[in-house]
């Protein structure tokens, strides 16, 4: 498998070709879609000699929705795939790496909290459908359920239709969900346009068990799964424009891994990209007061995100924190050597811009940790890195996104002392 929805294969002749739809070990027919240079990209039709691993997608809309991409794989076979990606990617950069350490998910489906559903208008006499774009097209397939959605978006998916019929969706082009995991609370957002005025009331009208609104909701994490405190939930207030971990389930996997990583004595803690400042929070309120930082300093670009992570330095009573707003290479820029000791990182999937990766080096810390969705960036960052000193020591794949390609990863950075600062 290639970090995608394809599978790499040759014909008999040696083209290469890349197959949606197929596994590795499997000999298919397939119809070209693309034909470029180097390569052809094709969709497997028919499958003459099927894998082990293979099994029926449990979706009716495979192979036409691009949402999952590999439901035809059987889920333990997803994960031993998503590993091979992960080390293939880094081998071919050049990256030294352990093997990863792998986090499956308990619940392959139903984990999304959030999603952004594309709103298809009603033919003549028809009713308003949601759904998503078609595999490697703009085009929508409208859906009745998602199965990766977590059931309580799924469950307002019909709700949400008749509302939509009886206000109509304005401007909007789709609808952004977000939905907490434990209670009938439900976020929206209107994207690509406005909603009308009227279409809350209708929401709230067809969804009679679930507070509807577009302000912001709390999500609770469970601290005993992250670091081993018992009986005590950290709440972090989001809204619908701030980046959250939408399986919510394995984020407590995800930040337990992290924060293991910055160790038991960070020494000074910046953040890059913090966003709401979630993990900040849990490394400045740990149980143990020597193992949490001496000083935590939080970069963030989005507004209402640094507006969120203030609140909740405030409402946890994080001491000895700050938070500087704006891109991360102007402002790690302003920032001294003997101010950094670790360093977390949680980028979008582009990566580190090439002055961030220069910062960095400049400031030297200790130890980097790297959270990553996407290994591509990954491993173009870790070699970057590699080149200045710093070595991966240690990496946890945590499969966030079960049923689709995306690899999401935490490693462990350490500075060569040899190096010179």
């Not at 197959?19 to 180097?38: H, Q």
């Not at 930040?255 to 400042?277: K, M, N, S, T, V």
């Not at 090439?354 to 400049?362: A, G, I």
């Not at 890195?385 to 935490?410: R, S």
Request: hydrophobic residues 40%.
């Amino acid at each position: 498998m290639t970090y995608g929805a394809s599978a790499l294969a040759r014909t008999e002749d040696g083209q290469v070709v890349f197959v949606d739809d197929a596994l590795p070990g499997e000999r298919v027919i397939a119809a070209v879609g693309k034909r470029k240079r180097r390569y052809l990209q094709a969709r497997a039709q028919q499958v003459l000699q099927a894998s082990p691993r293979r099994v029926a997608p449990p979706c009716p809309y495979v192979p036409a929705c691009g949402g999952c991409q590999w439901q035809h794989a059987e889920y333990e076979a997803q994960v031993e795939m998503k590993a091979r990606v992960l080390a293939e990617t880094l081998r071919r950069a050049g990256v030294s790496a352990p093997v990863a350490a792998v986090i499956p998910s308990d619940e392959p489906f139903r984990y999304r909290i959030r999603g952004e559903f594309h709103v298809v208008p009603p033919a003549t006499d028809g009713a308003f459908q949601l759904g998503f774009n078609r595999r490697r097209t703009y085009e929508v397939v409208a859906v009745e359920d998602c199965l990766i959605h977590h059931a309580n978006v799924a469950d307002a998916l019909p709700g949400i239709r008749r509302a939509l019929d009886r206000a109509g969706a304005g401007t909007a082009r789709s609808l952004r969900l977000t939905a907490h995991p434990e209670r009938r609370e439900l976020l929206w957002q209107a994207l690509g346009g406005a909603a009308p005025d009227g279409l809350q009331d209708a929401l709230s009208g067809e969804l009679p068990g679930y507070l509807v609104h577009q302000d912001s909701l709390s999500l609770e994490y469970d601290a005993s799964r992250i670091d081993g405190r018992a009986g005590e939930a950290l709440v972090f207030r989001v809204d619908s424009g701030a980046f959250v971990q939408v399986n919510h389930d394995l984020a407590h996997r995800l930040y337990a891994i992290a924060l293991g990583y910055i160790g038991d004595r960070p020494g000074q803690l910046l953040e890059g990209y913090a966003g709401f400042g979630a993990m900040s929070v849990l490394a400045a309120t740990r149980p143990d007061p020597a193992a949490r930082p001496t000083r935590v300093t939080m970069v963030e670009e989005s507004r209402p995100a640094v507006v969120l992570a203030r609140l909740h330095i405030r409402l946890h009573q994080v001491e000895n924190a700050s938070i500087l707003p704006g891109r991360l290479e102007d402002r790690l820029a302003q920032v001294e050597p003997e101010e950094v000791d670790s360093v977390l990182i949680d980028p979008p999937r582009a990566g580190m811009t090439p002055p961030v990766v220069d910062e960095l080096v400049r400031l030297a810390p200790e130890r980097i940790v790297y959270v990553s969705c996407d290994p591509a960036t990954l491993a173009r960052d870790l070699a970057s890195l590699a080149d200045d000193g710093y070595t991966v020591q240690a990496q946890t794949l945590v499969d966030m996104f079960p049923q689709t390609y995306h690899v999401e990863t935490v490693s462990l950075l350490q500075r060569d002392r040899n190096v010179a600062r």
